[in-house]
C-alpha cells in the first residue's frame, strides 16, 4: 500500500487522488500496482458508479518524475536491465491507460491544475475531462527529450485530429484549460471557485444514470473510435437487447409511462 494514491468511495463516487502535492504528484513506482489493483476492483464494484481520478495540492499529476530520469541519465539509476527489459516493464506500468480507457465504469478525470507528459495522456484516458480554467496542460515529452506514453498519442488524436495532435506533441506547447476546452479536450473549464462543486455535480449526475447501459455505451463507443460501422452495429444491437433484460430499463420504462422520474439502481 501506498500513501501516494488515496481512495474512497462515497454514494457511488469513487476517487482516486494521486497525492504527492510536493512534486504536483509525479508518479512513482508505487503509484503503478495500486492504481492497476484499483481500476478493475471499482469497475466491478456494484456500489460505484462513477470513478473520478483527481490529485491533491492544486496539481493533477505532472507525469514521470523528471529528477529520476535526471538520476538515471547521470548513472545513479537503477541499473541491471537491458533494453528489451525496459520495455516490457514500461509497457506493464502504461496498463493504467488501458484500464482507465476499458473500465466498465465511467471515468472523470478532475484537474485542478497541472497536467503534464504522463499526467495528461492519464486524464485523456479518461471518459470525460473537467478542470480549473487556469489549469494548465502539456504534453512536456518533447521538451524532455522524450516522445511520449500512456496512450497520449492515441487519445490526443482522436480528441483534436492528426495535425493538432502533433502540433502539440511535435511544440509542447501549454494550454489553459480554457483552451484545451475550445480544442475539445477538455469537456469543461470551470473557475477554482466553482470547480469542487463542477466536479461533484458531473460525477452525481453520472452515478444516477443506469449503469449497465452506461457500461455498454462505453464499449460501443471504444469500438466507434476504430472499428467500421458494421461492426459497431453489430455491438450496439448485442448491448442494447441485454439491456432491455436489466431491471433499471424496465423501471424507468414504467416511470415513464406514469409520466414519473427513473430511479436507477445499477442492475
Same mark, same amino acid.
Request: include cysteine; proline fraction near 7%; charge should be negative.
Given at each position: 500500500m501506498t500513501t501516494d494514491l488515496l481512495e474512497?468511495?462515497?454514494?457511488?463516487?469513487?476517487?482516486?487522488?494521486?497525492?504527492?502535492?510536493?512534486?504536483?504528484?509525479?508518479?512513482?513506482?508505487?503509484?503503478?500496482?495500486?492504481?492497476?489493483?484499483?481500476?478493475?476492483?471499482?469497475?466491478?464494484?456494484?456500489?460505484v458508479r462513477v470513478i473520478v481520478i483527481t490529485g491533491a495540492g492544486g496539481a493533477f499529476c505532472a507525469g514521470g518524475d523528471v529528477k529520476n530520469f535526471a538520476a538515471a541519465a547521470d548513472g545513479d539509476g537503477p541499473?541491471?536491465?537491458?533494453?528489451?527489459?525496459?520495455?516490457?516493464?514500461?509497457?506493464?506500468?502504461?496498463?493504467?491507460?488501458?484500464?482507465?480507457?476499458?473500465?466498465?465504469?465511467?471515468?472523470?478525470?478532475?484537474?485542478?491544475?497541472?497536467?503534464a507528459g504522463a499526467g495528461l495522456s492519464i486524464a485523456l484516458a479518461a471518459d470525460m475531462r473537467i478542470a480549473v480554467d487556469t489549469a494548465k496542460l502539456t504534453t512536456a515529452f518533447a521538451k524532455v527529450g522524450l516522445s511520449g506514453d500512456f496512450g497520449g !498519442?492515441? %487519445?490526443? *488524436?482522436?480528441?483534436?485530429?492528426? #495535425?493538432?495532435a502533433r502540433e502539440l506533441y511535435f511544440t509542447g506547447k501549454v494550454l489553459t484549460a480554457t483552451e484545451a476546452e475550445e480544442l475539445g479536450i477538455v469537456n469543461k473549464a470551470v473557475p477554482a471557485d466553482q470547480y469542487e462543486a463542477a466536479v461533484k455535480e458531473m460525477a452525481t449526475q453520472i452515478a444516477s444514470m443506469p449503469t449497465i447501459a452506461l457500461g455498454f455505451m462505453k464499449k460501443n463507443l471504444n469500438k466507434a473510435l476504430?472499428?467500421?460501422?458494421?461492426?459497431?452495429?453489430?455491438?450496439?444491437?448485442?448491448?442494447?437487447? !441485454?439491456? %432491455?433484460? *436489466?431491471?433499471?430499463?424496465?423501471? #424507468?420504462?414504467?416511470?415513464?409511462?406514469?409520466?414519473?422520474?427513473?430511479?436507477?439502481k445499477g442492475r
Open positions: 474512497s468511495v462515497e454514494n457511488g463516487i469513487a476517487t482516486l487522488t494521486f497525492n504527492r502535492p510536493e512534486a504536483r504528484n509525479a508518479l512513482t513506482q508505487e503509484m503503478y500496482p495500486v492504481l492497476m489493483e484499483a481500476l478493475p476492483r471499482l469497475g466491478a464494484d456494484p456500489d541499473a541491471g536491465y537491458d533494453f528489451n527489459q525496459k520495455v516490457d516493464g514500461l509497457r506493464f506500468r502504461m496498463q493504467v491507460a488501458e484500464l482507465i480507457h476499458k473500465s466498465p465504469k465511467p471515468v472523470i478525470a478532475a484537474i485542478p491544475g497541472p497536467a !498519442s492515441y %487519445f490526443l *488524436t482522436k480528441l483534436v485530429g492528426t #495535425a493538432k476504430f472499428d467500421d460501422l458494421e461492426q459497431v452495429l453489430d455491438w450496439e444491437a448485442v448491448h442494447m437487447m !441485454s439491456c %432491455f433484460d *436489466t431491471e433499471d430499463h424496465k423501471g #424507468a420504462a414504467k416511470a415513464f409511462v406514469e409520466k414519473k422520474a427513473p430511479v436507477f
